[in-house]
């Protein structure tokens, strides 16, 4: 496996990558305007959100919701287009609607 | 043992026939004419249980080469087989290919890109994917496509390329015309391309590899600069399998071929089955007395750029005749016309050097068009002077 910065000597043939799981090293939260939040009183734990969401961005501990990995959620809001469960005040935005929603990442 | 079997082929049935040989483990295509013989003789093969391949009658030519991909990067022996539009079709998964470095061994059999729609011979379709990424044999023969497609196979996979492989033979020309053919005994071919031992692969379930990924700013340009590290050491790869294959066939090759160009004042450079009839034209000349020679380069990519310089260092003047047009190019110039002349600026000649246009979508180039290019270039090597860059071979004026 070549070291950071490997000089194009150095580096893997066609930019195989040696490692596996390697991704967990590469933080894409950067990269969002929104991000998605939870209301926990009122979630179900039918883990559709954890089923859809592109990036494993969902963390799961013994079936149920625990948080939502902020270092890897790129925002891209599927999760809280398919969360199917709803609620009357959310937590987090005060509004009726589902148990997961979007709000702008400085919010 | 018998080394070798005479038979009446045409180009296309020739590149089955190697197909059949080799025994690829994947083969992924999409017929399209004049390629099309070539994968409907081999699903046959594979459907008479003759070979093991695992064929794959995909959607499109995309899917093709996508297909190819993946399945080069399990580690698996692919091949496939296309032309024109079909290449045009597949031009994302064609810089993909080479990009992650996968040894695919591909037949393109030359024909015109639309629009308009035209089935016929000319190398728009192979010249445009030239910075692909692939290395790019060109044949002037059933023959030379046949023996290009399995030392291919070798070129491909030799430890320090890693680069994919185009094949070319000029489409109904070269494609459909039945030439005599010598077929190498099965056995030998097996044993000149070996078994395929993959530096990578995508099954390797016991030391996971992730094929194609993300490369940013960070990475990428180092990538970019491998592969063209591997194209500077493709030439010697190219000619030492092409020596080894004369030593097993008899019919050994090199980065070019050249006739009658040792003492010549002039030269004429063409790729494919042009060549055949320049060829008829030289000897011709050289009977009547005119120092005239011919030049027919094999290897297109890599470019063999001191090499071809090197054979042309005493000629006083060149003519280059394209089968496409690069537009927008100077003065509407060639490819193969563009990089030999900067070839030959780039090795200090100052040799005159003029273009030719011919053979656009399927138009015949007679010996005629040779007669006259010969005259020009008497003319340019009397006088020095050249009059125009590019000429048009057989057009309409």
Same mark, same amino acid.
């Given at each position: ?12 043939? +066609? ?93 | ?285 050289? +009977? ?110």
């Amino acid at each position: 496996m070549p070291e950071e910065n490997a000089t194009w000597k150095e580096a893997t043939i +066609g930019g195989v990558v040696l490692r596996p799981g390697s991704t967990v090293a590469y933080k894409t939260g950067t990269w969002r305007t929104m991000r998605p939040v939870h209301d926990t009183d009122s979630c179900t734990h039918c883990m559709i959100c954890w089923v859809f969401c592109p990036d494993s961005a969902i963390i799961v501990e013994d079936g149920r919701w625990v948080a939502f990995d902020y270092d890897h959620c790129k925002g891209c809001g599927i999760c809280a287009s398919v969360c199917p469960i709803k609620t009357e005040a959310h937590e987090h935005t005060g509004e009726a609607g589902k148990v997961i929603q979007m709000v702008l990442e400085q919010d | 043992m018998v080394k070798s079997t005479r038979l009446a082929l045409d180009g296309a049935h020739a590149a089955s026939t190697a197909m059949r040989q080799i025994n690829p483990d994947v083969v992924a295509a999409y017929p399209i004419t004049p390629q099309t013989a070539v994968v409907q003789t081999f699903s046959q093969y594979v459907a008479d249980g003759v070979v093991d391949t695992e064929f794959m009658a995909v959607e499109s030519e995309h899917a093709a080469m996508s297909a190819c991909i993946g399945a080069s990067a399990a580690g698996g022996r692919v091949m496939t087989a296309t032309a024109a539009n079909g290449l045009a079709l597949m031009w994302e998964m064609v810089y993909i290919a080479a990009s992650m470095r996968l040894p695919i061994v591909m037949t393109v059999v030359n024909r015109a890109l639309s629009a308009p729609l035209n089935i016929h011979c000319d190398h728009s379709d192979s010249m445009g994917a030239r910075d692909a990424g692939w290395i790019q044999l060109y044949s002037e023969t059933a023959q030379e496509a046949y023996d290009n497609l399995i030392q291919a196979v070798r070129i491909a996979e030799h430890p320090d390329l890693l680069l994919p492989v185009m094949v070319m033979q000029d489409g109904f020309i070269t494609g459909h015309g039945v030439e005599r053919v010598e077929v190498l005994d099965e056995g030998l071919v097996k044993e000149f391309i070996g078994t395929y031992k993959p530096k990578y692969s995508l099954l390797d379930v016991d030391e996971p590899k992730t094929f194609g990924a993300w490369d940013m700013y960070d990475y990428y340009f180092e990538h970019k600069r491998q592969q063209t590290d591997a194209f500077s050491k493709a030439m010697n790869v190219i000619v030492d399998v092409g020596e080894e294959y004369g030593q097993l066939s008899g019919r050994g090759y090199g980065i070019f071929e050249s006739y009658a160009l040792d003492d010549a004042e002039m030269a004429i450079v063409v790729l494919s089955s042009a060549s055949g009839t320049a060829r008829s034209v030289v000897k011709k000349l050289r +009977g009547e007395g005119v120092k005239i020679g011919l030049l027919k380069p094999r290897v297109f990519r890599p470019f063999p750029s001191q090499e071809l310089a090197a054979a042309l260092k005493g000629v006083k003047a060149v003519a280059v005749l394209d089968r496409s047009i690069s537009f927008g190019a100077m003065d509407g110039a060639g490819p193969l016309y563009l990089e030999l002349c900067a070839a030959l600026f780039a090795s200090g000649l100052g040799t005159k050097v003029v273009n030719y246009i011919f053979g656009l979508g399927g138009r015949d180039i007679f010996p005629e068009h040779f007669e006259q290019v010969a005259s020009d270039l008497q003319q340019i090597a009397a006088t020095g002077e050249v009059k125009s860059l590019v000429g048009y071979l057989g057009l309409r004026e």
